[in-house]
C-alpha cells in the first residue's frame, strides 16, 4: 500500500479529519457518508467490515443506525482516533477496531454481511488481491469506490505526494470479475477534485457544488466524474 509509513504518523492522524473534512470538505465527507448509508441499507443488524477504517468516520455512523460494524486498518495511530470517536459517541459496544493487512483478512469466508472500502483503492498497489479478499469474507455485499482515469484529478495527481491509483471502467469492470462480484448499482460524482473544496469556505464550496451536481447529472458529466462508487454482489 502507497502511504503506509504516512498514515502510521500520530501527527496525520491527529489531524486527518480537520484538515481533509473541515471548511469546503465538509461536503465531500456528507457525500461519501451518503454513498455508504444508501449502499448498504438496511444497517440494523447487519454484520459490517470497513476496510481502512481510518478515524472511523464510517464505522461510528453505521454503529449509530444499529450495524455491527468491525473496521480494520493497518495503522495504528488512525485506529487510536477511531476508538477515542466511537467512545465520544457512545457506541464503541457496537463497534471492533483492529490492526491488520487488508490482502490478509483475519476473517472466516463469507464472515460478514457486507464489506466496504473508501478512499482506498487509489492507495492499493494489487487492487485485484484486496478485492479477492474482500469478496472472500463476505456472504453479500462488496462496496468501493475509486479515482477515476479520465478525469479533473489527472490534472494535478503527479503533484500529489503519493499520487492515487486512477482506474477506467474497463479497469473495474476486470478487477470485479476477477474477485467474483457482479455489479448491482454505480454512481459517478465530483467533476471538480476534493482538492479543490478542502481549500475554500463553505459557503463559497457550496455553490459551486449545486454547479458541480448539475453538470454531473448529465452524460457528461458522468464521463468526467473524479469519483465512482461501485455497489456490487458476490458470485
Not at 447487519?46 to 478515524?55: S, Y
Not at 479477492?132 to 469474507?137: C, K, N
Request: proline share 3%; glycine share 8%; aromatic share 12%.
Amino acid at each position: 500500500m502507497k502511504g503506509q509509513e504516512w498514515y502510521q504518523a500520530k501527527d496525520i492522524a491527529e489531524d486527518y479529519d480537520t484538515k481533509r473534512f473541515s471548511r469546503g470538505g465538509r461536503l465531500i465527507d456528507k457525500r461519501e457518508k451518503q454513498a455508504v448509508l444508501d449502499a448498504v441499507s438496511p444497517v440494523e443488524d447487519k454484520r459490517i467490515l470497513e476496510i481502512a477504517c481510518g478515524t472511523g468516520r464510517f464505522t461510528t455512523m453505521l454503529a449509530g443506525h444499529g450495524g455491527e460494524v468491525t473496521g480494520l486498518d493497518i495503522s495504528e495511530a488512525m485506529l487510536q482516533q477511531g476508538r477515542e470517536k466511537v467512545r465520544n459517541n457512545g457506541v464503541g459496544d457496537a463497534i471492533e477496531f483492529l490492526r491488520g493487512d487488508a490482502a490478509r483478512l483475519p476473517f472466516p469466508d463469507n464472515h460478514f454481511d457486507a464489506v466496504f472500502a473508501i478512499r482506498f483503492f487509489h492507495l492499493a498497489e494489487t487492487p485485484a488481491s484486496f478485492l479477492r479478499e474482500m469478496s472472500r469474507v463476505s456472504r453479500d455485499q462488496v462496496f468501493f469506490d475509486t479515482f477515476n482515469r479520465y478525469s479533473t484529478r489527472t490534472v494535478y495527481n503527479w503533484l500529489l505526494p503519493m499520487g492515487s491509483r486512477l482506474y477506467s471502467e474497463s479497469e473495474v469492470d476486470r478487477l470485479l470479475r476477477g474477485a467474483d462480484l457482479t455489479l448491482i448499482d454505480e454512481a459517478h460524482d465530483f467533476i471538480l477534485p476534493y482538492g479543490f473544496y478542502r481549500q475554500i469556505p463553505d459557503e463559497i464550496a457550496s455553490s459551486f457544488r449545486e454547479a458541480d451536481t448539475t453538470i454531473g447529472e448529465t452524460s457528461v458529466g458522468e464521463l468526467l466524474a473524479s469519483v465512482s462508487y461501485w455497489n456490487t454482489t458476490v458470485g
